[in-house]
């Protein structure tokens, strides 16, 4: 199966927890982290789990932030049903789940995220910069509102679909010339705090906006699917230009 885990930030149902072990078990996904969850009664969860649900729901990681469940991931694929203005590059689940096989045949080390927000708002603007990517699952216009585990069901159905057809082996070297892994994207935050850093000490980024200026830098990097060497190659370069810039 694709090294995929399923994140829930914020749920506020134990029911839908419950779900969504269930749809995670359907699809062969056994990694459930659930992010500052609003309630997390386990008894109200393990009706609606059922069968290899309760494995997963037994074994389900609570974090504190986003951040820390996605420290380790490679991919991290955000869901939102807002699909205005800079989210104009949102694709669909089943462009997502091509995207998650091939990422995952190229990389030995590759783990990959599906991130969910609350039933009631979903993830919030901070929340879905720290994704590289955006997922809307397209629905009739007068009825856009899915269940969460429902979204989450659909989602992982596509993964699991384009699964069968391009198999993937976690032992098998990359294609081509072996190279450095894949960062994760603690990793790259780190790339983008200090290349923040030194783009405002050289004077590059505006003080009062730096974030905004930097989201199609963050772009860029992501598309590219960063290695660890070229991460070190670029955080040299970067110690070197604030070396400079405090003589």
Known sequence: MLPLSVV??????????????????????????????????????????????????????????????????????????????????IITPRKA???????????????????????????ENAETTLCTNLVTIPTAPDASSLNLAQAVLLLLNECFTASLEHIWHPDRTPKGKKTSRTTTLEEQELLF??????????????ADNAGWFMQPLKHFFRRATLRRHE?????????QVLRIAAK
Not at 193 to 206: F, G, M
Request: net charge positive; with cysteine.
């Open 231 to 239: 991460f070190d190659l670029l955080m040299g370069v970067c110690r």
């Open 8 to 89: 829930l930030v914020r749920p506020r149902f134990p029911e839908n927890i419950g779900m969504t072990a269930r749809a995670c078990a359907n699809m062969g996904v056994t990694n459930l982290t659930l992010v500052n969850p609003e309630r997390w009664e386990y008894a109200k969860a393990v009706p609606l789990a059922t069968g290899k649900g309760l494995d997963i729901l037994n074994a389900v990681h609570v974090v504190n932030s986003l951040t820390d469940a996605l420290k380790h991931c490679t991919l991290a694929f955000g869901t939102t049903a807002r699909t205005g203005g800079w989210r104009a590059s």
């Open 97 to 123: 789940a091509a995207m998650i096989t091939e990422h995952c045949g190229t990389n030995e080390r590759a783990s990959v995220a599906l991130v969910f927000g609350p039933e009631d708002r979903g993830l």
């Open 193 to 206: 705090r200090t290349l923040e850093e030194t783009l405002r000490r050289i004077d590059y980024l505006p």
